[in-house]
């Protein structure tokens, strides 16, 4: 499965790597793209390891905001 999470409050690579380290970390998340010019980050997992709730909090814990 692929989804697209619209994170807000990041400005810098050093964001990048906070949220896809914190994604890539999470059990069942297979690749991580995160583009800061437009805060989507585009996230490839198998849904029966990982939710998409999961990954929100796990992009909040970094202190991000995550939008639908």
Known sequence: MQTTLHVKGMTCGHCEKSVKGALEELNGVTAVD????????????????????????????QGYDVGA
Do not use: F, N, P, R
């Open 34 to 61: 995160v583009d800061l010019s437009t805060g989507k980050v585009d996230v490839t997992y198998e849904e029966e390891k990982v939710t998409i709730d999961e990954m929100q909090e796990a992009i909040e814990d």
